[in-house]
């Protein structure tokens, strides 16, 4: 029984890779989809490396610039699984950084 199980989930796991790796349109759309937004009390944050920022909450989502080290962001909401800070783009419109503590630091809070 355990072996069929670990068999089913490689299965499944190779089949992803192959979608992926076959550019499926379901996949490709999936990272637009609109993410779960909780409130924080961060109000901005500091960038500790060359941070990616992205157009959602997540590495699968696309990469659309930078935030370099020493450079600050407003934030305006962490994702609902809280690894991302949903900030101001420099460019406007709101997009997305890593919430990890070896990527990004909170520097001021909501009085």
């Not at 637009?32 to 992205?54: C, E, H, Q, Y």
């Not at 934030?75 to 990527?103: E, F, K, Q």
Request: hydrophobic content about 40%.
């Amino acid at each position: 029984m355990k072996s069929q199980t670990i068999t089913k989930l490689i299965a499944t796991a190779f089949a992803a890779v192959a979608l992926v790796a076959a550019g499926s349109p379901a996949l490709a759309s999936a990272p637009d989809a609109p993410a779960a937004v909780r409130g924080t009390p961060v109000t901005r944050i500091r960038s500790l490396v060359d941070l990616n920022i992205r157009t959602g909450p997540g590495t699968e989502f696309r990469h659309v610039g930078k935030l370099w080290p020493g450079d600050h962001a407003t934030v305006t909401g962490m994702s609902d699984h809280l690894g991302w800070w949903r900030i101001r783009c420099p460019w406007g419109g709101t997009c997305w950084v890593s919430a990890n503590p070896r990527y990004s630091r909170p520097v001021a809070w909501r009085r």
